[in-house]
């Protein structure tokens, strides 16, 4: 019986091992857990799953496997109709309204929902269902956000109280889901465990000699602290216009990253960066920084991070003078490229979703000159992101 | 062996209950997860405490070796006892110094060995530990001496999260993720810390640290020990419930924030917020 549990479990892309399903055998065996749902729901889960991260899958894989999702459906009644059409519309983009409205409009699309849950979340990775993937498409999301369409089982025959798993409480804990600074936080401390390696004391072996020598012969140790290989951040972020539905984001990775480390330096740029960056966005026009004076300022050992949208005309990168604000002498992308050759390594983080880059042809020109070194502004992304960058 | 319920100063969830019972069970080091304040630590102390053993923690600092953990070869002292002829620089034992795992190791009754916030050490350390936690038993090879756990102590691990745990390390704990206490279990905490508490002061204050935590965008979110201390002040200013209830309705500063607002932007913050709240009104 717990061998299906198990694969059940891998299917949900849980890791887990033989090893603990042998673990989980043996406390069944002690009689630690007996005979009841609630129990074993705790304790196969402290043996199964090492990270809060999964328990949102767990969670799931736990009530396919016990209820089978034939059961799950949509509790639509509490939501006025109408409200939810809007707020759908709102947020779907013209191309997942014409595939809508071919599927025979919201009545037929709720129904496919119901039918298409399950089969999403198998595919959880990779699918390409209008639906989203990973739980970050405004649709997808909505369909899991307790603002949104709810779901989970609720038996309402029977008026009983929703099962743990069925809370699905661990859901923010999901590294798919969007970005929350603490979530940032632990993305970033990928770079900083570099940072910190070897953090103790060694023998000082030339100190020690001629101290020992001086202290006529006697032992005198020297220690000297080991050298430390500070990561050092340059970022850039994109203000203003399309940015600005993305402020939010982009302030959390912004108060993340300020308070991890210890060398960053950060500019400001509109769209795509040309000759002048800023530091303060009130005095971007009275304090330009020269992108010469960057390249500069700061050795090629500083990590860079693009953050924008690179949603805009692409004359803006390719052509002299497509900047929106200034007359530009040479294009964006010859910019783009001085900083890329300076600096060793650098990477771009796009809070747009990334299943929309496509409709952009300035994202693709942008994604070309960062060598496609451009990553989606989740914590996966970033954490791709920052393994390009070390 | 005894089963652990929690005690008389520390409320643990029947979840929490469960995954303890099962690593003392199967002798499985337990990883404890959770955020600041929700009483990962303190754990360790009470389950100690309420089976009447030894706690030995081990709290771990960035600099923290495994090795630290087992044995010291002191080589110092004794290069220097050697220049000044001391007789008991010829037994090498003289300068070895027991870890702490050595300690939980050979102590008489089965201990709780905590290895408190073990995300701290390097990314290596907790890879460095993974046969001496595994087969209870480690070698010393300045005295050839096989050190074998006498009974296997029950390990508690902690972790902020700082890091990623390798995952050989990971398949062989257990795990429990403290969530935060909701608010009925969040009573029984603070009936604990504070017997004879008004029920009603005790009410407002939850129902008004509750709120708090649900202003989005605060840095650092109080938890359970920042609700207590900020009890432990109120109850010591004698602060009147009605102060606490007009607080919440009229969305003021609440009384002593600073127990449970740590950080000055979030104090900044909840300042605008309720400082918009009255120009709305």
Known sequence: MLIDFFCKLRDYKVPCTIRELLDLIRVLEQHVVFANIDDFYVVSRAVLVKDESYFDKFDRAFADYFKGVSTIELDLSAIPEDWLKKHFEKMLSDEEKAKISAMGGLDKLMETLAERLKEQEERHEGGNKWIGTGGTSPFGANGYNPEGVRVGQENSRHRQAVKVWDKRQYRNLDDNVEIGTRNIKVALRKLRKFARTGASDVLALDDTISATARNAGYLDIKMKP????????????????????HIKVCEQLFSAVHTEFKHLEFFYFHNCVYEHVWRDNNRRTSEPVDIHKVIHTYGSDYKVIFIGDATMGPYEITYPGGSVEHWNEEPGSVWMKRLLSHFDKSIWLNPQEERQWSYYSSIDIMKSIVANKMYPLTVEGLTQGIKALL | ????????????????????????????????????????????????????????????????????????????????????????????????????????????????????????????????????????????YETQEKVVAKQRPIIIITSNNEKELPDAFLRRCFFHYISFPEAEEMKAIVDVHFPNIKQKLLDEALALFFDLREIPGLKKKPSTSELIDWLKLLLAEDIDIDVLQETRTKKVIPPLHGALLKNEQDVHLFEKLAFMHRSHR
């Open chain 1, 226 to 245: 080991e050298r430390h290989n500070a990561i050092k951040l340059l970022m850039f972020f994109d203000v203003g216009g399309s940015m600005d539905d």
């Open chain 2, 1 to 140: 062996m005894k089963s652990f319920n929690g005690t008389g100063n520390y409320i643990a969830s029947k979840a929490l209950q469960l995954a303890v019972n099962a690593a003392i069970t199967l002798e499985r080091p337990l990883l404890i997860k959770g955020e600041p304040g929700t009483g990962k630590t303190m754990l360790a102390e009470e389950l100690a405490l309420s089976l009447g053993t030894e706690l030995i923690p081990w709290h771990i600092k960035s600099t923290t070796k495994a090795q630290q953990g087992l044995y010291e070869y002191d080589a110092v002292s004794r290069l220097r006892d050697s220049q000044l002829g001391d007789e008991k620089v010829h037994d090498i034992s003289n300068y070895i110094v027991k870890g702490k795992l050595w300690h939980a190791f050979t102590a008489d009754q089965r201990p709780v060995l905590l290895i408190d916030e073990i995300d701290k050490a390097d990314i290596e350390f907790p890879n460095d530990l993974l046969l001496e936690l595994d087969k209870m038993e480690f070698f010393v």
